[in-house]
């Protein structure tokens, strides 16, 4: 079975017709306020796509333009990656192309995807305000996706993001682009695809840059495969003309918390909270928001200024673990407090989250929690 993969430059956006089987799709990128260069090459559209593809009994996929040498080298690698991880989700395909291009960088300096949260601040951070050693890069630019924890539909939340990151691009001297695209439409199980997302969206400004960042997630000390981002595979999205770096994976997210309260501008700009429809600022209450609050209340600050409230340990109670990632990252606030000689209410608390939501992981308290729910 071959499907194909359709790139056309429509108006001023990346667009790709995908047809595979019985199934077919549309997908775009656009820059927000500055329209993208003649397409030279398919490579943002083919990352987008891949696993679009390789869940929809293709065995060869025909790309009808150009794609980087490099990048099919790459992603014949990362399609490794996904049929070992997820051999029932993701098969292997054959990428054939019009055209192969061996292409070099052509930009100059870096450009990062930007989020707001802790771990794209301190990406930010490190390689312009507080650059240090051998793993600084020119960073010159930041880019907002519109369009991934931000719905299409949602045009002022979205702008009301950007306005709250600006206050800390801006001091460090960033450039700040926006990119606006479908890529959720397309995807078939986001949490693996995301990071194959951000570096579509990077891959849209290797006509300026040579290096594309994706800030790490829990780093080396909590890696969880499989992982829609991780430094073991996001290099695989790397074409001929921009590298694809994982960043900061050596610094669990309390360590980032401790580098990042020295700037301000972070500890009172810093957007964690996806709940709701107010997704340009933390609510202070769901899991993401509290486990912050105490990250924060780990590193010396009880009182950001990137929240409205303070910790209330009812909310801590109200948590529930809803994959392995986010457990390790409860299980190290306990380890960094102990570390650290910390002690307290909040502490015990945490302690007696993990202690619940292991038992509830048993088989006896899979029985138990499900009577309960029945009795209610
Ligand atoms: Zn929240």
């Not at 014949?76 to 291009?101: G, N």
């Not at 630019?141 to 709250?164: K, Q």
């Not at 409860?330 to 619940?356: C, N, P, S, T, Y």
């Amino acid at each position: 079975m071959k499907a194909h993969l359709w790139p056309s430059h429509d108006g001023d956006a990346w667009a790709a017709r995908l047809e595979a089987d019985s199934w077919s799709g549309d997908l775009f990128f656009e820059r927000i306020g500055e329209p993208l260069p003649a397409m030279g090459r398919a490579d943002a559209l083919l990352i987008a796509s891949l696993h679009a593809f390789m869940t929809r009994n293709a065995e060869v996929v025909q790309v009808h333009g150009a794609v980087s040498r490099t990048l099919l080298r790459n992603l014949d690698e990362l399609q490794h990656v996904w049929s070992k991880w997820l051999p029932r989700v993701y098969r292997r395909v054959t990428i054939e192309v019009e055209e192969v291009v061996d292409d070099g960088p052509t930009g100059e300096g870096a450009v990062s995807a930007f989020s707001g949260g802790i771990d794209a601040s301190f990406t930010v951070y490190r390689h312009t305000v507080a650059p240090a050693a051998w793993h600084t890069l020119p960073l010159r630019e930041v880019v907002m996706i519109h369009g991934y924890d931000i719905g299409l539909d949602e045009t002022p939340v979205f702008e009301r993001a950007v306005a709250r990151a600006e206050k800390m691009t801006a001091e460090a001297g960033l450039q700040l682009s926006k990119v606006r695209t479908n890529i959720r439409g397309i995807a078939p199980r986001w949490n693996d695809t995301f990071g194959l997302g951000v570096a579509a969206a990077l891959q849209l400004f290797a006509d300026r840059r040579s290096t594309g960042l994706i800030a790490s997630g829990g780093g080396y000390a909590a890696l969880v495969f499989p992982n829609g981002s991780s430094p073991l595979h996001d290099w695989m999205t790397s074409s001929g003309s921009m590298a694809i770096r994982h960043d900061g994976a050596g610094y669990t997210r309390t360590q980032k918390l401790a580098e990042l309260s020295a700037w301000p501008a972070a500890v009172n700009a810093v957007r964690v909270c996806y709940r709701g429809a107010e997704h340009d600022r933390n609510c202070g209450h769901c899991e993401k928001c509290v486990r912050t609050l105490l990250n924060f209340k780990l590193v010396g600050i009880d009182n950001p200024g990137c929240f409205d409230n303070t910790l209330d340990l009812a909310d801590i109670r109200k948590v529930y673990f809803a994959n392995a990632p986010m457990a390790g990252e409860w299980q190290a606030l306990v380890i960094e407090a102990e570390r650290r000689g910390i002690a307290g209410e909040w502490v015990d608390e945490v302690k007696r989250l993990i202690r619940k939501e292991k038992f509830k992981a048993t088989a006896l308290g899979r029985v138990v929690s499900r009577a309960n729910r029945l009795r209610r």
